[in-house]
C-alpha cells in the first residue's frame, strides 16, 4: 500500500501526460489528466469519485534549505539539497519551482525515509521546467549535478470554496454497487463506468511482465480483459470491497481478514488495506473507481502555470456528522440524491446508541500542465542473500524433488512503494526471450509488490532494502546455469522506468548427505602361538537417497580403512535408505595383540563432489590368545615395616609384556596354599624361617588356582602395571601373590574392554612377608677398668624365646651408646657392636674393650636384636632380572630392629696425678700446677683451692681456680703463708700443699 495512505484523511494526486514527454518517452499511457484518490488507512469510499475544478490563486512564500544561511548553489553526487517549506497551518503548500542548471531531479518526498535510509518519492520532475505539484508539501530534495539559483513555493487556503465544474464521475458498476447491500451511494446517469475508465487509461503497450511475449499489438481490450481477470479471481476484490463497507458498519466478523502463514501462524489484515494493495495496479485502481483521466484539461487551465483539481469522496464515519455542508449538498446534487438515499439507509442500519453518518471529504490535486512527473528511478540491483533451491514433494512420493532455484534481489537506491516488474531474459536460443517471474494464469500475470523487512523485534523500526525473488525451473540440479533478471518500477498511472538488470549464479548443487558408518569386529577362533588374523572388521555405509535441495544422484560409496580406499558396491536406493557393506580381513597379530582399525566413509554424487565423511569409527582387533605370564623372582618381597598403623603396604609393579591390558592381582595366605598340598605342615610350619617355608612350597610346584583371591586389577599405563596392597600389620606369614595378565582393546567410551586372561594356575607366585618387629629381652651392662685404663664392657642377654630364634636364627647382636645426660635417649651416640653368643638356656652374652680418656667419667647403655631374616629361598634358581619387582626391592635379608636401651652404667677412669710447686714472683707467690690431663670439650677440670693462713695460723680458703692444659700457672698475693689443694674432675680433694717463695 502506498505510504500516501498514512494522510488521516485520505490523498489525491493529479498529473498532466502529454505524448512525447518526457523527451526521451512518455508515450506508453494515453495523454491527458490522470488522477487518483488513495482513502485514509482503514476506510473505502462510501460513493462515486467526483473529480471538480478548483480556484488557484496561489501565494509564494519563503523555503528554507539544509544549508548555512539558507542557501542554494551548487548540486552533485553526494551534496542534494534539500529544500523546507513552511506554510501556516490553514495554508497548503501545492507546488515548488526552481530555476537552475544542469541534470537536476526535484523530487517531492515524505518526512520519513524508507526502512534501506532512501528518501520517499511522492512526485518528481528531472527536466525543465522544474516544477513540481503535490498536496501539502514540506520536503523538497533536489539531487543529480548542476546548480539552482532560485526556488519558489506556492501556496493555497485549504478551504479553496466551492467546486467550480464538475470533471468527471467516477463509480463502481451497478451491477457491483447492488451487491453491497446498499452501503455505496448511487450514482445519476452519465458517471463513468469501471470499464470506460479502463479502456481510456489503458497502456499502449503490454505489461513488461506479461507471460505473452512478443505481444503482436496490445490494445484496450487487452488491458480490459487483464484487469477482469485480475477482479474476478475467485471473487476476492467484490469480497474485500463488500466486507470493507460492513466493517464501516461496525460488523465485527468483517473487520480482520486472515490469512495461514507456515503451520501454526496467521497473518491478520483489514478488507480496506487488501484493497489499497490491489490498487497499487493502476487498472484495477479504474476498476475500482479510485483512478481516473481526462481526455483533456479544462479550457481555464494555462500550461506551466499552477492549476487545481478536486476529489469529492464520501466515506462512512460512526457519530453525527453535519447533514448539510456546502461540499455534501454538492456532492449530493451531483448524484442526483445518491448521498441523502445513503444517508436514510445508514440511519436505518444504526442503532440510537451507535449511529452513523456519511462525511465528504475534499481532497485537493495540484499540477501543472505540460510538466508530467519524471519516470521511475532505475533500482540498484544486488544479489540479496544466498541463492536457495526449491523443492516439490509429488503425492503420495516419499522424497522432495528438486524442481528449481530461486534468488532474493534487492531493489537499492530508491524506495519502491508500488509494482515491479521480474522477468527473466533469454539466455539460449531456446530460451523464451522474456519470462515472468510474476504469479500467472495464462495470458494474464498478478502485479507483484517488492517485500520489505519486517521489524526484527517490537519497537525497533525495519532496516533494509526492498526486495523481489527471481526463480529459475530445472530439471536436475546438475543443469542450473546462470540467470538473467529484469526488474523495472511502475508509477501509479502505469508508467515504467528504465530497466536495471543483474545476472546470478545460481547455488551449487548441495553436497551428498553424510552417511552413518557401523563397524564392527567379528573374531575368528585361532589357536597356537604363531602370527595370525584375529578375525574380520564388518563396515556398514548407511546411505540415504539425495532429499535435500539441490542434491544430485549418488554414483559411488567408499570406506578409507587404515588410509586405504576402498569402493563399495552402491545399494539401490531407489526404495530408500541403502546400506553398503565390506568385510576387512585383519592383518595378522601374535597373541594377546591387537590392531586398531580406523575406518572413515563418505559418498559421492554425479558431480563428483563428495559427502562431508561419516564420523570415523576406530575398532580395536584383539587376539583372543592369552600373552605370556610374568617372571618372579625366588626371594622373599618385604612390604613396609610395621609402626603404629594396623596395616603395611606394599607395590608392586609389573613389567608388562606387549598385549597385556590390565593385570589382575590375586592373593592367597601360606595356610590356604598349603593345605592345597598334601603332606605340606599346616600347623607347627611358623616354627621355621619363612625362606625356608618358602622353599617348601617352591618344591611342590606351581599351587593351583583354588585360595587365591581378587585382590586389584589395575590397567598397563606406559608399560607397566601397578598395584599397591595392604597387609596385617601382624602378619607373621608368607602371602602369595600371582599377576595375571588380561588382554584387552579401547572401547567406544574410551575404556579398556577387558579379553582374555592367562590360566592363573600357570603364574608363578611372588612371596611377601611383613618384617619381623620381634626383639630380645632387655639386655643387662657392666663395665670395669684395670690399672692400665683399659675399659672392659659386658652385655648380657636372657630369656630369649625358643621358638623366636627358630624362627630368626643366628647369633643375637648388641650396640651399645654413650649415655649424655639431659639428651633424648634417641640421640645418644653409637660406641660400639658387638656379637652376643649363644651361652644355652636362653642367655646371650659377650664383652668387648673400649678405649677411654684419662680423668673420664663414662655412662654406658646397650640394646639388642635379632639375626637379619635371610630373604633368599634357599637352592631356587635365580632370575636376574624379574617382571615383578616390589618398591621396596629385593634384598637378601631383612635387618631385624633394636630393643629397648638398658639402664646405663657409669664408670670413672682414674689417671696420674698432677704436682704443684711455687716460686716469688712480683705479685706474691706464683704456683704452678704440672702433668695435668688433657680435658675434651664438656668434661670437667681440676680445679685449684687456694688457702691463707687466718690470725690463729688457720687456713682460710680464699679463692678456686679450674686448671688446664698440660701446666696451669696462677699467681697468690704475698704477705701470708699459703697453701694450695688440688680437686680431681669426679670432686674427689687431695690433701693441701704448703706454697710460699724458695
Known amino acids: 500500500m502506498s505510504v500516501l495512505a498514512d494522510h488521516t484523511r485520505g490523498y489525491a494526486e493529479a498529473a ?24 485514509a488507512s482503514g476506510t473505502v469510499p462510501a460513493g462515486p469519485i467526483v473529480v471538480c475544478d478548483a480556484a488557484a490563486d496561489p ?40 530555476r537552475g542548471e544542469g541534470r537536476l531531479r526535484v523530487a517531492v518526498i515524505a518526512d520519513r525515509l524508507a526502512p534501506n535510509g532512501a528518501d520517499i518519492e511522492i512526485t518528481a520532475r528531472d527536466e525543465e521546467p522544474w516544477i513540481v505539484a503535490s498536496s501539502d508539501i514540506a520536503r523538497v530534495r533536489v539531487t543529480g549535478e548542476g546548480r539552482v539559483h532560485e526556488a519558489e513555493a506556492l501556496h493555497i487556503p485549504r478551504d479553496t470554496g466551492r467546486p467550480l465544474e464538475v470533471l468527471q464521475i467516477a463509480s463502481l458498476d451497478t451491477a457491483v454497487i447492488d451487491r453491497l447491500d446498499g452501503c455505496y451511494a448511487y450514482p445519476q446517469a452519465g458517471a463513468d463506468t469501471s470499464t470506460e475508465r479502463v479502456l481510456a487509461g489503458a497502456p499502449l503497450v503490454p505489461l513488461p511482465y506479461a507471460p505473452r511475449h512478443p505481444w503482436p499489438e ?8 487483464r484487469v477482469a481477470e485480475l477482479v474476478e479471481r475467485e471473487g476476492i476484490v467484490l469480497d474485500w470491497l463488500h466486507k470493507a463497507l460492513a466493517a464501516a458498519l461496525g460488523d465485527e466478523s468483517s473487520r480482520y481478514l486472515a490469512e495461514a502463514v507456515g503451520a501454526d501462524q496467521e497473518l491478520r489484515y483489514s478488507p480496506a488495506a487488501a484493497l489499497g494493495v490491489a490498487a497499487a495496479d493502476p487498472g484495477v485502481a479504474r476498476w475500482l473507481a479510485r483512478q481516473g483521466m481526462l481526455p483533456a484539461p479544462p479550457a481555464r487551465w494555462q500550461e506551466d502555470r499552477p492549476s487545481l483539481a478536486m476529489a469529492l469522496m464520501p466515506v462512512i464515519v ?192 548441495a553436497l551428498p548427505a553424510k552417511p552413518v558408518l557401523r563397524a564392527t569386529f567379528v573374531r575368528t577362533p585361532v589357536t597356537g602361538e604363531a602370527a595370525a588374523s584375529p578375525g574380520v572388521v564388518r563396515v556398514e555405509l548407511v546411505i540415504a537417497p539425495p532429499s535435500a535441495p539441490g542434491a544430485l544422484p549418488v554414483t559411488a560409496a567408499s570406506v578409507r580403512i587404515d588410509g586405504a580406499p576402498v569402493a563399495l558396491t552402491l545399494p539401490d536406493l531407489s526404495a530408500g535408505t541403502g546400506i553398503a557393506v565390506h568385510e576387512h580381513v585383519v592383518p595378522a597379530t601374535l597373541p594377546g595383540r591387537s590392531r586398531t582399525i580406523r575406518v572413515e566413509g563418505w559418498i559421492t554424487d554425479a558431480s563428483s563432489a563428495d559427502s562431508p565423511h561419516a564420523d570415523p569409527v576406530v575398532i580395536t582387533a584383539s587376539d583372543a590368545r592369552p600373552v605370556p605370564v610374568p617372571t618372579v623372582s625366588p626371594r622373599l618381597l618385604p612390604a613396609g615395616r610395621p609402626g603404629p598403623a594396623p596395616e603395611v603396604a606394599v607395590t608392586l609393579s609389573i613389567r608388562a609384556v606387549e598385549g597385556a ?41 606351581l599351587p593351583p588356582r583354588e585360595g587365591f583371591t581378587l585382590a586389584q586389577a589395575v590397567p598397563v599405563v606406559a608399560g607397566t602395571a601397578t598395584a599397591t596392597l595392604l597387609l596385617p600389620s601382624a602378619n607373621s606369614d608368607l602371602v602369595l601373590v600371582r599377576a595375571v595378565p588380561v588382554t584387552g582393546a579401547l572401547d567406544a567410551y574410551g575404556k579398556i574392554a577387558e579379553g582374555v586372561e592367562a590360566p592363573p594356575h600357570t603364574v608363578a607366585p611372588a612371596y611377601i612377608v611383613v618384617p619381623s618387629v620381634e626383639v630380645p629381652p632387655v639386655p643387662r651392662v657392666a663395665a670395669e677398668v684395670d690399672d692400665g685404663g683399659t675399659v672392659t664392657v659386658r652385655v648380657e642377654v636372657s630369656g630369649v624365646p625358643a621358638n623366636t630364634l627358630a624362627r630368626l636364627p643366628g647369633a643375637l647382636e648388641a650396640r651399645l651408646v654413650e649415655a649424655i645426660p639431659g639428651t633424648e635417649p634417641f640421640y645418644w651416640p653409637e660406641v660400639k657392636t658387638l656379637t652376643l653368643v649363644d651361652a644355652g638356656s636362653g642367655v646371650f652374652s659377650g664383652s668387648a674393650p673400649l678405649p677411654a680418656p684419662r680423668w673420664a667419667r663414662i655412662r654406658l647403655a646397650a640394646s639388642a636384636r635379632y639375626a637379619a631374616e635371610d630373604m633368599v629361598v634357599p637352592d631356587a634358581d635365580i632370575v636376574l632380572t624379574p617382571d615383578l619387582t616390589a618398591s621396596g626391592g629385593a634384598p637378601d635379608d631383612v635387618v631385624s630392629p633394636w630393643g629397648p636401651l638398658s639402664a646405663p652404667v657409669t664408670l670413672d677412669v682414674p689417671g696420674a696425678e698432677p704436682s704443684i710447686r711455687s716460686e716469688a714472683s712480683a705479685a706474691g707467690i706464683r704456683v704452678s700446677v704440672d702433668g695435668l690431663p688433657l680435658i675434651a670439650q664438656g668434661s670437667s677440670a681440676f680445679t685449684a683451692v687456694v688457702y691463707r693462713e687466718g690470725a690463729d695460723a688457720a687456713l682460710i680458703e680464699y679463692e678456686q681456680r679450674e686448671v688446664s692444659g698440660e701446666t696451669a700457672e696462677f699467681d697468690v698475693p704475698g704477705g701470708a703463708a699459703a697453701a694450695v689443694a688440688l680437686r680431681d674432675p669426679f670432686g674427689a680433694a687431695r690433701p693441701p700443699v704448703r706454697v710460699g717463695p724458695t
Open 16 to 39: 498532466h501526460l502529454v505524448a512525447g514527454l518526457p523527451s526521451h518517452g512518455d508515450d506508453r499511457v494515453p495523454e491527458g489528466v490522470h488522477w487518483r484518490v488513495i482513502p
Open 59 to 98: 501565494s509564494m512564500t519563503g523555503i528554507r534549505t539544509d544549508r548555512p544561511g539558507d542557501a542554494l548553489g551548487d548540486v552533485a553526487p553526494g551534496r542534494a539539497l534539500l529544500l523546507l517549506i513552511d506554510v501556516p497551518p490553514d495554508r497548503m503548500a501545492g507546488w515548488v519551482r526552481i
Open 218 to 225: 496490445y490494445t484496450a481490450d487487452d488491458e480490459l480483459r
Open 318 to 509: 460512526p457519530g453525527q456528522a453535519p447533514e448539510r455542508t456546502e461540499l455534501a449538498e454538492v456532492y449530493d446534487e451531483v448524484l442526483g440524491g445518491g448521498l441523502s438515499s445513503l444517508r436514510d439507509e445508514l440511519a436505518r442500519r444504526a442503532s440510537p446508541e451507535a449511529p452513523l453518518s456519511v462525511e465528504v471529504l475534499a481532497l485537493p490535486m495540484p499540477l501543472v500542465l505540460g510538466a508530467p512527473p519524471a519516470l521511475p528511478l532505475t533500482p540498484q540491483l544486488r544479489v540479496f542473500g544466498r541463492a536457495e533451491w526449491t523443492v516439490e514433494r509429488a503425492a503420495g512420493a516419499e522424497l522432495a524433488r528438486t524442481t528449481g532455484w530461486e534468488q532474493s534481489i534487492a531493489l537499492g537506491g530508491t524506495a519502491p512503494f508500488g509494482p515491479v516488474s521480474l522477468v527473466r531474459l533469454r539466455r539460449a536460443l531456446a530460451d523464451p526471450e522474456r519470462t515472468t517471474m510474476h504469479d500467472a494464469e495464462g495470458p494474464v500475470a498478478s502485479p507483484l509488490l517488492p517485500a520489505w523487512p519486517q521489524p526484527a523485534a517490537p519497537g525497533v523500526p525495519p532496516a533494509g532494502d526492498a526486495t523481489v525473488r527471481g526463480r529459475q525451473a530445472v530439471a536436475s540440479p546438475g543443469e542450473a546455469v546462470p540467470a538473467r533478471w529484469e526488474v523495472r518500477l511502475e508509477d501509479w498511472m502505469g508508467r515504467w522506468g528504465d530497466p536495471a538488470e543483474i545476472e546470478v549464479a545460481p547455488p551449487s548443487p
Open 661 to 701: 591390558a590390565l593385570y589382575r592381582f590375586y592373593t592367597a595366605s601360606e595356610g590356604t596354599v598349603r593345605a592345597q598340598f598334601p603332606g605340606l605342615d599346616s600347623t607347627a610350619f611358623r616354627n621355621r624361617p619363612r625362606a625356608v617355608r618358602a622353599q617348601e612350597l617352591l618344591a611342590r610346584g
